[in-house]
């Protein structure tokens, strides 16, 4: 769910475009904004009362950047001219790029806009448009497109690797046992029961389904919410399920031996995309795209503390083994630990080249897990900070990690609809 009312003064991205374009351009605003991107958009931030034009001067002036959703109608009006042309005019030489053509349809690129680089998201199929789509914000926003690993020796054979061969690299993958499918859209989370018995994961086709570990077949569907739902946990003792609907920004409570719904929490004032449990089921963390990080007492279910961090959504949360800490990842490809009690951030870990989707801990705390947009999982030490192993195997976007309850096995899903499981 998107932010809304006037947040949006300081949007990263404003959507120019003709209504001939509309759903395109809401496609695009959507994207971006569950991707973590802050969007203004005619179609949903012009409510009634507003002055559009007044409002529209604003937006062009103090958003980050433009994206001008081009086609023919784009470029026979006027109105659409004066918006990307405004946003040419503050970055002329193209070194901020402010101005982030998007082609909706093949025609012309006549004067000024012929010398920009943009990218063609007709004819791809909505996959493969959404990827295009958010590398192109990527290299707008960062200034170069670098590859996520290491590109293939281009000539006839590698040369040899002239040191000891008794270890694989730290940074090679691991072997995947299974998959289980039946999603039919993206993958959003994934979690272990108390007892391993039972993987949880939920998506963008609005549902949360159980899946026997064992052999991979799928135990029950829980259908509730109205929206895609990107995050799930069990309780500690197994018997109720969590899970984060980011369509209709609320928590969902099941019970997890017979898929009844319990309860609706709500308070978060956007989209929720990720929810913990503490370990000693005290409290439950959520969190979204509302930039904070909310604590609930588990007995009366009331709000017991929100933690505030920078001006990005956050993506997932977890506590660590023994509770004294809890990990948040988000937008601005980083993993924050917070201390608890007192509420502060005890470290800050870098090294993802985009956007941070899910994390978790190893049972005994020392190591954390995060799934990333650049189509990694990276497992950090939790007391070094410092990186352990960088994991590659999926297509597309990781968007969420989490280890069995013994340690031995990590369970990872993404955009490419696959979960996997590292050993």
């Not at 040369?159 to 061969?165: A, E």
Request: glycine share 10%; with cysteine.
């Amino acid at each position: 769910m998107r932010p809304t009312g006037d947040a949006h003064g300081g949007a990263d991205f404003f959507i120019s475009y003709t209504q001939a374009d509309r759903a395109w351009a809401v496609w695009i605003a959507w994207v971006l904004e569950e991707a973590g991107f802050r969007v203004f958009i005619q179609a949903w931030d012009l409510v009634p009362g507003s002055n559009w034009i007044q409002a529209m001067q604003a937006r062009v002036r103090d958003t980050r950047r433009t994206i001008a959703v081009l086609s023919n109608a784009y470029l026979a009006s006027d109105y659409a001219s004066a918006e990307w042309q405004a946003a040419w005019a503050s970055d002329p030489a193209g070194t901020g790029r402010k101005l982030l053509p998007i082609w909706v349809n093949p025609c012309d690129r006549p004067g000024l806009l012929a010398g920009i680089v943009g990218v063609d998201l007709f004819g791809l199929t909505e996959a493969a448009a959404r990827a295009t789509l958010l590398e192109a914000v990527s290299a707008a926003i960062a200034g170069r497109i670098a590859p996520s690993r290491s590109p293939e020796f281009p000539g006839s054979q590698a040369p040899s690797f002239p040191g000891h061969r008794g270890r694989p690299p730290a940074h090679g993958p691991a072997h995947s046992l299974r998959a289980f499918t039946g999603h039919t859209a993206a993958v959003r989370c994934v979690a272990f029961s108390p007892d391993g018995n039972l993987l949880v994961s939920a998506g963008s086709d609005k549902t949360v389904r159980l899946w026997n570990v064992a052999d991979a077949a799928a135990v029950r569907t829980l259908i509730g919410h109205t929206g895609p739902v990107f995050g799930a946990a069990f309780s500690p003792d197994g018997r109720i399920l969590a899970s984060a609907g980011l369509g209709d920004r609320s928590v969902r409570l099941w019970e997890t031996a017979d898929g009844t719904m319990l309860r609706t929490l709500t308070g978060n004032t956007a989209g929720v995309r990720c929810v913990a449990f503490s370990p000693d089921g005290s409290l439950l963390a959520s969190a979204g795209s509302d930039q904070t990080v909310r604590l609930w007492d588990i007995r009366t279910w009331a709000a017991a503390r929100t933690l505030t961090g920078p001006a990005y959504s956050v993506t997932s949360v977890a506590f660590s083994p023994d509770g004294s800490l809890l990990a948040s990842a988000g937008g601005d490809k980083t993993l924050r630990l917070w201390q608890v009690a007192s509420g502060t951030v005890a470290r800050t870990l870098t090294g993802h080249t985009e956007l941070v989707y899910g994390v978790a801990f190893s049972p005994d705390g020392s190591l954390v897990a995060t799934a990333s947009g650049d189509k990694t999982v990276r497992i950090w030490r939790t007391r070094a900070g410092a990186a352990a192993r960088n994991l590659i195997g999926h297509s597309s976007s990781v968007t969420c990690v989490a280890f069995s309850p013994d340690g031995s096995l990590l369970a990872s899903a993404g955009s490419d609809h696959l979960v996997q499981l590292w050993g």
